[in-house]
């Protein structure tokens, strides 16, 4: 009767205990967080801002000086679902702004060009979490998706501008950092790359080709559950 009774308390307590790799959230050890389990939601808030600043002098008395500043501004919302432990996919949805300006200088005469660029972009992302100890995982990732915005210049007729479409395939890489400052809340950091391949179309249908580069750190909070 002990035996039987033994056994049905072991049996009645596998049925409802839950397996350490099927628990849904963040897995709480010893030293911090230790693992995502399959399951969990994280909603995160990123943002990368970059700024240059480049200055080439000319030489002489009819020499030509260079400036270039760049502004660029690119940030969203990213959901993800991980399909395993420490592995998420996700949505991240995007908007983004850049804007330009050249500054020419040759025998007293200066000339300037502007152009802001803006739009949305969107990507398909997969991240891979490696725990480093403490509640804190590096997070390398990759995703691929689509951009699309506008052009926008000024023209020699005052308070008109040209606006030429933008659009093209991008693609995404995150070698980012996440600290987990409890099981619901985490901090984020990282190296952003974020290409894009696309083409420029102005009003008379006439294209150009381009592909840009941005390399920047991007900082942000996440929300888990």
Same mark, same amino acid.
């Given at each position: 009767?002990?035996?039987?009774?033994?056994? !049905?308390?072991?049996?009645?307590?596998? @049925?409802?205990?839950?397996?350490?790799?099927?628990?849904?959230?963040?897995? !709480?050890?010893?030293?911090?967080?230790?693992?995502?389990?399959?399951?969990?939601?994280?909603?995160?808030?990123?943002?990368?801002?970059?700024?240059?600043?480049?200055?080439?002098?000319?030489?002489?008395? %009819?020499?030509?000086?260079?400036?270039? &500043?760049?502004?660029?501004?690119?940030?969203?919302?990213?959901?993800?679902?991980?399909?395993?432990?420490?592995?998420?996919?996700?949505?991240?949805?995007?908007?983004?702004?850049?804007?330009?300006? =050249?500054?020419?200088? &040759?025998?007293?005469?200066?000339?300037?060009?502007?152009?802001? $660029?803006?739009?949305?972009?969107?990507?398909?992302?997969?991240?891979?979490?490696?725990?480093?100890?403490? !509640?804190?995982?590096?997070?390398?990732?990759?995703?691929?998706?689509?951009?699309?915005?506008?052009?926008?210049?000024?023209? !020699? =007729?005052?308070?008109?501008?040209?606006?030429?479409?933008l659009s093209g395939l991008?693609?995404?890489? $995150?070698?980012?950092?996440?600290?987990? @400052?409890? @099981?619901?809340? %985490?901090?984020?950091?990282?190296?952003?790359?974020?290409?894009?391949?696309?083409?420029?179309?102005?009003?008379?249908? %006439?294209? &150009?080709?381009?592909?840009?580069?941005?390399a920047g750190v991007s900082?942000?909070?996440?929300?888990?559950?």
């Amino acid at each position: 009767k002990k035996l039987v009774l033994t056994l !049905s308390v072991f049996a009645l307590c596998a @049925a409802f205990a839950t397996p350490a790799e099927a628990r849904r959230g963040v897995y !709480s050890g010893t030293k911090g967080y230790e693992a995502l389990g399959k399951g969990l939601v994280d909603l995160s808030f990123d943002n990368t801002l970059l700024f240059r600043y480049l200055s080439l002098p000319g030489e002489g008395d %009819n020499a030509v000086s260079t400036t270039f &500043q760049r502004i660029s501004f690119f940030g969203g919302i990213t959901p993800k679902y991980f399909v395993m432990t420490n592995l998420s996919v996700g949505l991240s949805v995007n908007y983004f702004y850049e804007a330009n300006k =050249t500054t020419v200088e &040759q025998g007293g005469t200066e000339t300037t060009t502007e152009s802001d $660029d803006s739009g949305f972009m969107g990507f398909a992302m997969a991240n891979y979490h490696i725990r480093l100890g403490n !509640s804190l995982f590096f997070k390398p990732g990759a995703g691929a998706g689509y951009f699309m915005g506008k052009r926008t210049m000024p023209t !020699s =007729t005052e308070g008109l501008k040209l606006e030429n479409d933008l659009s093209g395939l991008a693609g995404r890489i $995150d070698l980012g950092f996440v600290y987990y @400052a409890s @099981a619901n809340f %985490n901090l984020r950091a990282g190296l952003d790359v974020i290409i894009k391949m696309g083409t420029e179309t102005d009003k008379d249908e %006439n294209e &150009q080709d381009f592909t840009a580069i941005d390399a920047g750190v991007s900082a942000g909070l996440g929300y888990s559950f």
